[in-house]
């Protein structure tokens, strides 16, 4: 046997145990039992070191507690990839606290998670796994491959994003150029997929991150046009009618958070004081003792037993969680769910046809979406490993690690703040229908709305730009149309995606989508790509003629 140490530890008489893989063990004569079930502690101690010595591993374990000792069931499978693993067996919090943080500095995440209540303490049995290492993530060599209708009047923007691609170590891009609302460029560069040397397409889909904030923002516009909301509408009275109320140790300045408050991030969350909620989905399960991962409703109502951090409308604080919100309310007022309802006023009627809503795992990956690719390639606890709810008849899967991406936070949950999927050139269509001449989106009234300066108790900051409802803006110039007086943009960001949506005062506006977060120096890629895109604007002197949105292939 290669692995001689089936490593094994006692905590206090509970017992905790270490196991790995054993490569070329003998076979016993009797068949290792797959699943068993009324086994006290110590004959799980028996169990898992004869299963370490067959190359078996723990896929899923409950535990039960009757008068006199905790009885457990226990369901193992094949070690095929000889994942080294341990397992914990009947440890208070404070010491599963204490195992953690010495497993977590030697690469262990939990996997298994199962707690019972027994002489009146909480007791938990965990089990780990040992974490792959972390990888550089690597290109291959060679000339960037460009797909998409090629221009030579447009170079400027091939010459730029094939340099950046390469200069920053990038897997690949999208960018869609457009000009008074017609779509005239639309390119794909490096790789949608480098396992299978894939080339990113023009059209390629890819999560948009926080780009769906304009999204939703947009579509509250809409129903304070036709008067079913106002920015100053509380929102606690409109949570209610859907049965969220806040609780009786929650912050009473709740009453005072305005829908106004939400699309400006001023609402009184502060992810620098509190970590963000959108991204605690395991922290919330755990406390709300849920027996499943907890859903967007289920933050919602952990929120609301929550502390502020500051006033609402007293200062800025750009804020995942208030989008979240207002999805909620938007729901409660069209009482339709949130996708459906942007899907129909929103989607639609922009011909968005390649926009919807984002898969967490990598199995569920949308057709002709991406592969995302962070710069440092990682495995982590998928956040559906918190305890769940045996469901009869299923078969227990052990959680396997997961790329960031894929399962490190839950996309699901962020639909309105952050978990939309789409292409360059559908977030141009939505660009251009903001104030199109035939059927725009938003009224006059509402564009002025949208773009205005929130008007905040704090006003020491003086930027010359700000957050208004949806949109950073940066005034440039008086102008007869509010859009033209005006830059507006919003930026992305998520493990494996960097995103960039803008439109500018003179009618130019563009987007630009990245399967990469960062540079190779640690710099967010739309941050670092900006300013290179609009110098590339202002170098092309002659524009094309024709409108790629009415063309049925960008290749």
Request: aromatic share 8%.
């Amino acid at each position: 046997m290669t692995n001689a140490s089936h490593h094994r530890r006692f905590l206090n008489l509970l017992i905790a145990f270490a196991a790995w893989g054993a490569f070329n063990c003998p076979v016993t004569a009797d068949e290792f039992p797959l699943a068993v079930r009324g086994k006290t502690a110590a004959q799980m101690k028996a169990l898992v070191e004869r299963a370490a010595t067959e190359n078996m591993i723990v896929s899923e374990i409950k535990v039960r507690a009757s008068r006199s000792r905790q009885l457990f069931e226990c369901e193992f499978q094949k070690n095929t990839d000889n994942i080294p693993w341990l397992i914990l067996l009947n440890i208070s919090e404070t010491e599963l606290q204490t195992q953690q943080a010495d497993l977590l500095t030697k690469n262990y995440f939990p996997v298994i998670e199962r707690s019972v209540t027994f002489q009146d303490k909480k007791l938990y049995t965990v089990v780990w796994q040992k974490k792959q290492e972390d990888r550089p993530l690597v290109i291959p060599a060679g000339p960037v491959p460009e797909s998409g209708l090629k221009d030579e009047r447009l170079n400027p923007f091939d010459e730029l994003m094939s340099t950046f691609i390469k200069q920053n170590n990038v897997a690949g891009a999208t960018l869609a150029v457009a000009k008074n609302g017609r779509l005239v460029y639309a390119r794909g560069f490096g790789y949608s997929d480098i396992n299978k040397q894939e080339v990113m397409q023009p059209d390629s889909v890819m999560r948009i991150a926080s780009i769906s904030k304009p999204i939703t923002a947009v579509a509250t516009l809409m129903l304070i046009e036709e008067g079913k909301l106002s920015l100053d509408t509380p929102v606690l009275p409109v949570l209610k009618t859907k049965s969220f109320q806040l609780s009786r140790t929650g912050d009473q300045r709740w009453a005072d958070i305005t829908v106004r408050h939400l699309l400006q991030h001023s609402g009184g969350w502060d992810r620098d004081i509190s970590p963000d909620p959108m991204f605690q989905i395991v922290n919330i399960t755990r406390k709300e003792d849920l027996k499943r991962a907890a859903r967007r409703k289920d933050i919602l109502r952990y929120q609301l037993s929550q502390p502020l951090d500051f006033a609402p409308g007293e200062r800025y604080a750009y804020s995942n969680f208030g989008y979240s919100v207002l999805a909620q309310v938007l729901e409660a007022v069209t009482d339709m769910p949130y996708e459906d309802f942007i899907k129909q006023r929103v989607l639609t009627p922009c011909k968005m046809l390649k926009t919807q809503p984002g898969k967490t795992r990598l199995e569920d990956r949308l057709k002709n979406e991406v592969r995302y690719y962070p710069q440092t390639i990682s495995t982590h606890t998928p956040f559906w490993s918190v305890p769940e709810r045996a469901q009869r008849g299923a078969v227990p899967k052990i959680a396997a690690p997961v790329e960031a991406p894929y399962g490190q936070w839950d996309l699901e949950v962020m639909d309105a703040h952050g978990g939309w999927t789409s292409t360059a050139p559908d977030l141009l269509r939505f660009v251009a229908a903001l104030d199109s001449r035939q059927q725009p989106l938003l009224n006059e009234a509402s564009l002025i709305t949208m773009a205005a300066r929130p008007q905040l108790q704090d006003t020491t900051s003086g930027s010359s730009i700000w957050y208004g409802c949806g949109w950073n803006v940066r005034p440039i110039r008086p102008a007869e149309s509010a859009l033209n007086q005006i830059n507006i943009w919003h930026n992305g960001a998520l493990a494996g995606t960097s995103t960039l949506l803008v439109r500018r005062s003179d009618g130019m506006s563009w987007a630009v989508l990245f399967n990469t977060d960062k540079a190779a120096s640690g710099e967010r890629l739309a941050t670092q790509i900006d300013g290179p895109i609009h110098s590339a604007v202002n170098r092309v002197f002659s524009w094309p003629d024709h409108n790629l949105f009415e063309r049925k292939t960008l290749n």
